[in-house]
DNA sequence: CAGTATCCAATGTGATACTG
DNA sequence: CAGTATCACATTGGATACTG
C-alpha cells in the first residue's frame, strides 16, 4: 500500500480482506466469537494449520481479532472480533441478501 | 463449490467474489460503467492484462457482468456490469463505512 | 485496441514431524 | 492443544512479447 496518499476507503478495505481465507476466518468469529484455533481449523473446511496461522497473526496486526492466551494444560488460545470489526457485520449482512439472490438467477 | 448442498449465501458470495482483483473489477465498473478493456488495465493499478481477461470471463460466466463487441477499427469492446450485480452496490456501500472508521483508528 | 501465449515467480497445499 | 518447521507439489499470478 502506498505511502502519503490518500486511499480510497473502499480499496482501502479490499486490501484488508481479499487474501485468501481472510473473508471465511473473519465470517466464522462474526457467527461466533471468540473461538480457538482448532474450532476455526475445523469450521473452515479447507484451510491448512501454516495458512490459518498466518491469517490470523494478519488480522490481529490490522486489529481487526484479538487473541487471548489462557494458562491452562493443555494450553487454551482464543481468537475473538474487536470492536473495530463490527462494521464488517453490515458487509456480511449484504453478502448475505446478494448471496440469497443470486443463487436463485443462477441454476 | 459442492453440489448437491445447500450452501451458505455468504459463503456462495465468498466463492464468487474472493480471486485476486475480482473486486476491485467490480469495484471500477461500479463506479462507472460499461467500461472498455484498457480503461479498466489503466484505472486498476497494477492488474495485469492476461489476469483482467481471465476474471472478466469467470464473472460474465457468473452473470455479474456482461460483454458487448463493437466491430469498429480498432476493435472496442465494453464491459458493463450486469442488473444482478447490483446488490453488489450495497456491499460497497459497507465496504466504504468499514474503511473510513478503520482509516481513522489505524494510524 | 483487445486480447493470447509463454515462461517465471509467488503463494498456497499436503503431509509429516516436532515443541512447549 | 496450539502452533511452527520443512519440503515437495500444485495452482495462481506477474512480466513481457506477440497477434488479428
Avoid at 486490501?15 to 461466533?32: E, M
Avoid at 492466551?69 to 448475505?96: D, Q, R
Wanted: charged share 30%.
Amino acid at each position: 500500500m502506498k505511502k502519503n496518499v490518500k486511499i480510497c476507503p473502499i480499496d482501502y478495505s479490499i486490501d484488508l480482506l481479499s487474501k485468501k481465507w481472510t473473508l471465511p476466518i473473519i465470517y466464522a468469529l462474526v457467527k461466533k466469537s471468540p473461538k480457538r484455533f482448532k474450532e476455526l481449523e475445523r469450521e473452515i473446511t479447507g484451510i491448512s494449520p501454516n495458512i490459518l496461522s498466518t491469517r490470523l497473526k494478519e488480522l490481529e496486526f490490522n486489529h481487526l481479532i484479538e487473541r487471548e492466551v489462557f494458562p491452562t494444560i493443555p494450553p487454551t488460545v482464543e481468537y475473538g472480533l474487536t470492536e473495530h470489526a463490527n462494521g464488517l457485520k453490515s458487509v456480511f449482512n449484504e453478502l448475505e441478501n446478494f448471496g440469497l439472490y443470486h443463487q436463485k438467477i443462477k441454476q
